[in-house]
Nanobody, 123 residues
Framework: VQLQASGGGLVQAGGSLRLSCAAS????????MGWFRQAPGKEREFVAA???????DYADSVKGRFTISRDNAKNTGYLQMNSLKPEDTAVYYC??????????????????WGQGTQVTVSS
């Protein structure tokens, strides 16, 4: 499975961005998709995850501002980010996996990773 993340960019605080994660090589309709981020000098951290049934899970730091979704027909996942803050600045990675387990907050629970997309929020 190959994952291609896109949609990052530079935005002012309070603005919005929508990240996409397109999967190819295998359908992930029965799998799980997650988003992680890594800021300079910090460890990669969990942002959000969605199950094949549509159950969602969010880190406390983004709850109420970010929304994870998926379009199984397009084999694509999304992360809608609203009310962005400077502390949201990071490289964002999408990840996917087919093993049955929930919740999925650890990066060890994902076999497939995208290349990352930079999100920069200016104050």
């Amino acid at each position: 499975v190959q994952l291609q993340a896109s949609g990052g960019g530079l935005v002012q605080a309070g603005g919005s961005l929508r990240l996409s994660c397109a999967a190819s090589g295998r359908t992930l309709n029965n799998g799980y998709m997650g988003w992680f981020r890594q800021a300079p000098g910090k460890e990669r951290e969990f942002v959000a995850a969605i199950s094949w049934r549509g159950s969602t899970d969010y880190a406390d730091s983004v709850k109420g501002r970010f929304t994870i979704s998926r379009d199984n027909a397009k084999n694509t996942g999304y992360l809608q980010m609203n009310s962005l803050k400077p502390e949201d600045t990071a490289v964002y990675y999408c990840a996917a996996d087919a093993r049955v387990s929930w919740p999925r907050r650890s990066s060890d629970m994902y076999d497939y990773w995208g290349q990352g997309t930079q999100v920069t929020v200016s104050s």
